[in-house]
């Protein structure tokens, strides 16, 4: 696994070591992304100042000064204490002691442009990251790539794998999110989905994780009876070794396989007020550890170190002991909280050439997550995949 942080953190201490930067210069940031934030932040720790943030998009610029000056006038001092946010073209950007740094993707574009203003690179610019990592990507070059229908294939078959061993062993389990959806609208897979998804009360899951007899092509990665290891998210992923998944995760990268997310449902209170309060802590606990991480410029044992907290906040209310259960860490927030009476009972779906479980009340379990219009298909333009994977044989 790759920290995009940490690697970012090595290409400025290079440019610190071969004299780049220095307390003569005025350094700037070209970007205003996760990653420009980024190298904001591992700067500062090293005792430089960033000057001003810079780019060449004017609506963007002007959306993220008035953000700032909202922010600024509630819980700064002096406003004047947040960093100018600057146009490329701006005369105070273009002085001689001013040294541009980027972490950028797709840097020729960038370098295009930064050229196009008069920049020069390695003079005026310096790019700290390149995003190219000689393992991973050395790792897929010349592999074949998997096409959706193929991805659609191995999701599938290790979604009958599990369901054929939950049902042997007696464990409870559900579809959830887009593959729910895709079994009682589709009776089977989304037709731009590319990925599977389902829940388990926290008991069945640990009993999952630790009775699934894994080998040398499944495997099981995440949340579960021996922690998190370096996986930042609250659930589990069992990983087909046949495949490779280049997964980017913004700030992590790491080769692993196509995966089956399995997500742990537990209980949350009662009153509705404190269910919202119940997740917005959870929410502060993950903003936590991620500012852990960014404060140790990337270093990935933040996640294994703070882990413990993510699962004693997940082990706070069981869910047979529960009237409201539901899962923690999905893109659908709050949506993912439901009576559990939506779980009273179990049926069997169509899913593609086999079945899957659905909870009897996917009723209100997918209205909560889509709305009640969820059985209508939507318009052509968003029927694309939420995801951006690249997944290839192994």
């Known amino acids: 696994m790759i920290s995009f942080i940490r690697e970012i953190a090595n290409g400025i201490d290079e440019l610190i070591s071969t004299g780049v930067l220095s307390d003569s210069k005025r350094i700037v940031v070209y970007g205003l992304d996760r990653y420009s934030f980024a190298i904001r932040t591992i700067l500062s720790h090293r005792g430089f100042p960033t000057s001003a943030f810079i780019s060449e998009d004017e609506a963007l610029v002007l959306r993220t000064k008035r953000q700032i000056k909202d922010f600024a006038c509630r819980y700064f001092r002096y406003e004047r204490d947040a960093i100018d946010i ?29 050229n196009k203003f008069g920049f020069k690179e390695h003079v005026d610019f310096f790019n700290v990251y390149d995003f190219y990592d000689e393992v991973i990507d050395g790792t897929i070059f010349g592999k074949k790539r998997l096409d959706l229908n ?33 079994a009682v609208r589709h009776n089977g897979f989304i037709p731009w989905d590319d990925d599977v998804d389902i829940h388990m009360p926290m008991k069945d899951y640990m009993r999952l994780l630790t009775e699934f007899p894994t080998g040398d092509r499944f495997s099981f990665k995440g949340f579960g009876p021996n922690g ?27 080769l692993s396989g196509i995966g089956v997310d399995i997500f742990p449902l537990i209980g949350v209170p009662d009153d509705s007020e404190e269910r919202k309060i119940f997740f917005r802590r959870y929410q502060e606990l993950e903003k936590s550890i991620l500012q852990d991480f960014y404060d140790t410029d990337g270093d990935l044992a933040v996640f294994k170190r703070r882990f413990p907290e993510q699962e004693a906040y997940l082990k706070k209310i069981d869910f047979d002991d529960a009237n409201y259960v539901g899962v923690i860490g999905t893109a659908y927030g709050e949506k993912d909280f439901t009576s559990k009476h939506v779980y009273d009972e179990t049926i069997r779906m169509k899913f593609d050439d086999g079945e899957v479980n659905v909870p009897k009340g996917y009723n209100d379990y997918l209205s909560a997550l889509y709305g009640s219009d969820w059985m209508e298909l939507p318009p052509v333009s968003k029927r694309v995949s939420i995801h951006t994977i690249k997944a290839y044989r192994a």
């Open 86 to 114: 600057l146009d490329i073209d701006s005369e105070s950007v273009m002085k001689d002691d001013t040294v541009i740094l980027l972490a950028e993707p797709y840097y020729d574009k960038k370098k295009e442009l930064l």
């Open 150 to 182: 193929d991805i659609q294939e191995c999701g599938r078959g290790m979604l009958k794998i599990l369901d054929e061993f939950c049902q042997r062993n007696g464990l409870r389990y559900w579809a959830s999110g887009g593959t729910m959806l895709g």
């Open 228 to 254: 998190g290891g370096e996986f930042h998210d609250s659930f589990a992923r069992l990983i087909d070794g046949n495949t490779i998944l280049d997964h980017n995760m913004k700030i992590v990268r790491e």
